[in-house]
């Protein structure tokens, strides 16, 4: 149980476009939801919280207008970065909140060229 | 959020247990002690969690200290599988707070 499904794994872009990142809960139903990201060899990084309804609350030093989260419904949240630029090449990670700790997506590898 | 101390990195050969130490000295009363670990390229993966007591389940055993301010996770027989960067993470409230992830024990496999 509480499998997640995060897509795509790896997207490949040009600076000065955007990515949308899904992430999906495919057989439970959160409320809360956080995004992480993981810069090479160094450990995951909160970059938001929201929560199902409302607005994302964003981490000191994360733009809310360039990483946009959409968390629309209790199973599906979504992570645009827009107008992407090399230094944002990172690993993002979706994770869940359930009633006895976290579940996390497979992961997001975004290179911007 | 509680610091935490771990070993940068460890070894153990395939098929003998394994001891991860992990040091919470300024752990709360309430805080719960979740373990996670990471597989190259991969998401964290839930392994274990307790509040006092030791607990034990498919994956591992998590020996807590008394005093609470340290605990031991436990993997009975190391695997291949099993290389992977393990957190310690005391968090205050299952399910509620964002997880803070230190830098980790990187555990090596030795076949």
């Known amino acids: 149980g509480a499998v997640v499904s995060q897509h795509p794994s790896r997207v490949i872009c040009k600076s000065g476009t955007s990515v949308k990142i899904e992430c999906r809960s495919l057989d439970f139903q959160a409320t809360t939801m956080f995004w992480y990201r993981q810069f090479p060899k160094q450990s995951l990084m909160l970059m938001a919280t929201?929560?199902?309804?409302?607005?994302?609350?964003?981490e000191q030093g994360v733009e809310k207008d360039k990483f946009l989260i959409n968390h629309a419904s209790l199973t599906l949240s979504t992570l645009t970065v827009t107008s992407a630029h090399p230094e944002d090449s990172s690993f993002y990670i979706c994770s869940f909140s359930l009633n006895y700790g976290y579940t996390f997506g497979s992961g997001t590898r975004l290179t911007v060229v | 959020d509680a610091k935490t101390t771990q070993p940068n990195s460890m070894e153990s050969n395939e098929e003998e247990p394994v001891h991860l130490p992990c040091n919470h000295s300024t752990i709360s009363g309430t805080d719960y002690i979740h373990w996670y670990r990471q597989l190259p390229s991969q998401g964290p993966e839930y392994v274990i969690h307790g509040l006092t007591s030791n607990v034990n389940n498919r994956m591992a055993s998590l020996a807590i200290a008394e005093d609470r301010k340290s605990s031991t996770l436990i993997l009975h027989r190391a695997t291949l599988r099993d290389a992977a960067v393990y957190y310690c993470i005391p968090t205050a409230q299952t399910g509620a707070n964002n997880l803070f992830f230190g830098t980790g024990t990187r555990l090596t496999v030795i076949p």
């Open positions: 929201s929560n199902e309804g409302s607005k994302a609350t964003y």
